[in-house]
């Protein structure tokens, strides 16, 4: 099993930066990719972005340019840095680790841009 733990969301003003941070635990091993989605209000949950443990990342097309994914592989940690913020990036933001074993998601950590 692994155990994911989000942490970074709040209220931010259009045009401001949030960094999302996502740590895993457990039997990380078997991880070897990891990724953010978001889900807002009436929505389905979307893709943000993935990185595997070698680097290699994916974007949205709708985040492209604006926010960045990094991984810690020393930490286990994955972070999303979110630049640029618009009132459209409000959603409740999923961590998800992809293993050998199968697919994990975190809790969530909710992303409020407004003024």
């Known amino acids: 099993q692994v155990q994911l733990v989000e942490s970074g969301g709040g209220l931010v003003q259009p045009g401001g930066s949030l960094r999302l941070s996502c740590v895993a635990s457990?039997?990380?091993?078997?991880?070897?990719?990891m990724g953010w989605y978001r889900q807002a209000p009436g929505n389905q949950r979307e893709m943000v972005a993935s990185v595997t443990r070698g680097g290699t990342t994916n974007y949205a097309n709708s985040v492209k340019g604006q926010f960045t994914i990094s991984i810690d592989n020393a930490k286990n940690t994955v972070y999303l840095q979110m630049n640029s913020l618009k009132p459209e990036d409000t959603a409740v933001y999923y961590c998800?680790?992809?293993?050998?074993?199968?697919?994990?998601w975190g809790q969530g950590t909710e992303v409020t841009v407004s003024s």
């Open positions: 998800k680790a992809r293993g050998f074993h199968g697919d994990y």
């Open positions: 457990g039997s990380i091993f078997s991880i070897y990719e």
